[in-house]
């Protein structure tokens, strides 16, 4: 037998026993169990909360097509025929991309919000910043479950941190909106009249959700007496130009109640 086919089969056993010895675990990476610690934590959660308002399903693209596009009050000229389709109300597939990342992203913010308000109440900090918080998380839980019931009407309803191996039921329209308006409700008990930062939710933002939620329930009586609480307050006003509430230096102005907050090159 020829040496030369014996040395690679000789190494390969080698090979092998030493590649088990590099299944190592990184120990600056954070998981579940090492993170939630304290109150540095609860604050950066917040903030990958507030990012899922960010993604392509949320506010960053589909949104507007979804409801604006299909709306009396905007069109699309896109020559793209699925999402043509989509803005009129004409779906082939469930797994058109507009659609796959409206429903999608919904559940991946609402993901990040859960693990918030599971975890942040059992972390030894500041009691009424912790509570804010809690209230923040369950405000952009009930704003992406308002969308959720808006577009899909029945949905399944995650009120827990959840696994990739979970296959929810869906729970009925009813009782979507019924979570919508508790979060709403529980967050403006929590929530102060001024912004922890900029863009973030606050009591007359949650109220003014409660609302629209009301409002598209068709309960007139409580939705205005909502909308009064937020006129009333006399904290907005409308700008003189509808236009310039599209320039970028009328960011979060006197009209804006809530608005998701976006950054780039200045």
């Known amino acids: 037998m ?37 109150q540095a934590d ?14 392509r399903g949320t506010y960053q693209r589909w949104l507007p097509f979804a409801y604006d596009i299909r709306s009396d009050i905007g069109q699309s000229p896109s020559p793209w025929p699925e999402l043509n389709q989509f803005n009129k109300f004409t779906l082939a597939s469930y797994d058109f991309e507009v659609n796959l990342e409206l429903y999608g992203h919904h559940y991946q913010a609402i993901f990040r919000a859960n693990q918030a308000i599971a ?15 809690v ?12 969308n959720l019931a808006n577009l ?12 990739a191996s979970d296959r929810p039921a869906s729970a009925s329209n009813a009782d979507v909106w ?22 973030s939710a606050t009591r007359d933002a949650a109220t003014a959700m409660l609302g629209k939620a009301h409002l598209q329930q068709r309960e007139w009586a409580q939705a205005s007496q909502m909308f009064a ?35 780039g090159p200045s």
């Open 42 to 55: 609860a604050i950066q959660g917040m903030n990958g909360v507030y990012n899922g308002l960010q993604l």
């Open 2 to 38: 020829r040496p030369n086919r014996i040395l690679p089969a000789l190494l390969l056993p080698a090979a092998a026993a030493g590649c088990a010895d590099l299944e190592l675990t990184n120990p600056n990476t954070r998981t579940t169990d090492t993170f939630w610690q304290n």
């Open 229 to 263: 609480e937020v006129v009333s307050s006399g904290r907005y006003s409308l700008l003189p130009n509808y236009a310039d509430l599209f320039r970028a230096d009328n960011d979060n102005s006197r009209e804006a109640i809530f608005e998701v907050q976006f950054g």
């Open 119 to 133: 975890n942040i109440p059992n972390i030894q900090m500041d009691a009424a910043l912790r509570d804010q918080l």
């Open 152 to 163: 899909y009407g029945s949905v399944p309803l995650i009120l827990q941190p959840s696994s």
């Open 178 to 199: 019924a979570q919508v308006e508790k979060d709403f409700t529980e967050a403006r008990a929590v929530l102060p009249v001024a912004p922890r930062m900029a863009g």
């Open 135 to 146: 209230g923040e998380a369950k405000f952009i839980r009930g704003l992406l479950y308002f």
